[in-house]
């Protein structure tokens, strides 16, 4: 492992580049950010080998630690080369992402608008929780969601074409299943872990509707640096598609994703590959899941006071089941 420290001069408008964080994460390398340059007092956007990120802010003599209402941020009192500092840090890294454009947004506010750092702190999560109090926002899940259905999609493009594929994709509707295609339903569960771990919601979703097959597409995805796609150019690419080959079917799919909350508006450099090849499950007796006649077993007494909104399942280990449909075989990021 190798460490780096790099300064900036005596930036306006001090940024960390997510392309630039990404290439340390990925490599597993150290580096220090300093986004004041080398003035006082030291801001500086730490990667750590160990793959966290982090943003140290120098405090004053009597300047006080700031107090974290979120969760997963933690804020804590360090010394650093004998500096008194307040370290920023994320508890779960899943959402590091999102987390590298909070901490340059408090940065940001004790540079260029000379705040403390509680008062950065404190100005920045009011200003993020008033926008994430939006119905509409599309959170980090429901954007791998979405990447997870346009490579369905695009795989069912391959051999129905593109008017099928936008038809077949039932979006926002509130149905059990995200396809539903000539003779077959499908549904996609997408994670960015190592593991094939997905939330089920409730008792319908991996049960077919009668007579008709159901197959479950499990999707990994990874950080995919200069090679990936960001959900902007996946989204910008099936609308191309679709207006060429099945503009009656243009208006449809618009609405589908404004109504998750997707905006060409909102800030998306996050790329993304396929961690591995897509599994490919038919939802019968050898698929872990759970039904009514989970519920139905029980007394009527009992089965009255028993809801189940949500479980998971892990697929990581189980094999793909033979012969998948062809329309499920040629998975790509648009």
Known sequence: MSSDSSQTGEPDHPYASWSHVEAFLASHRATTLR???????RVDYVVRETGDIALHLQLGPRQRVPRSPLPLVQVEEIAHEGIRMARLRLTRRQLQRDFHDLLNAVADRVVAHDRTPEQAFNETVRAWSALLESPSALRPERRIGLLGELVVMNSVAGTHGWETAAT????????????????????????????????????????PTPGRPLWL?????????????????????????????????????????????W?????????????????????????????RSVLD???????????????????????????PPEALQAFRIP
């Open 217 to 261: 597409a499990s999707i990994q995805f990874t950080r995919g640096g200069a090679a990936g796609r960001t959900l902007s150019q996946a989204v910008g690419a099936v609308r191309s598609r679709i207006a060429e080959e099945a503009p009656s079917s243009l208006a449809r799919f618009e609405r589908r994703i404004t109504a998750l909350g």
């Open 168 to 207: 077949a994709w039932r979006g926002t509707e509130h149905e059990e299943h995200d396809f539903g295609l000539p003779g077959l339903d499908v549904e996609v569960k997408s994670t960015a872990s190592e593991q094939r771990v997905h939330a089920i919601h409730g008792l319908d979703q991996l049960t």
């Open 35 to 41: 986004l004041n340059g080398a003035r006082t007092p």
């Open 297 to 323: 077993s029980l007394a009527p007494g009992i089965r009255a006071l028993v809801a189940i909104d949500s479980y998971r399942i892990d697929v990581t280990n189980l094999p793909p089941t033979p012969d």
């Open 263 to 291: 905006s060409p508006d909102v800030l998306d450099d996050e790329r993304w590959a396929l961690r591995s090849a897509p599994l490919v499950l038919r939802s019968d007796s050898r698929l872990p899941r759970l039904d």
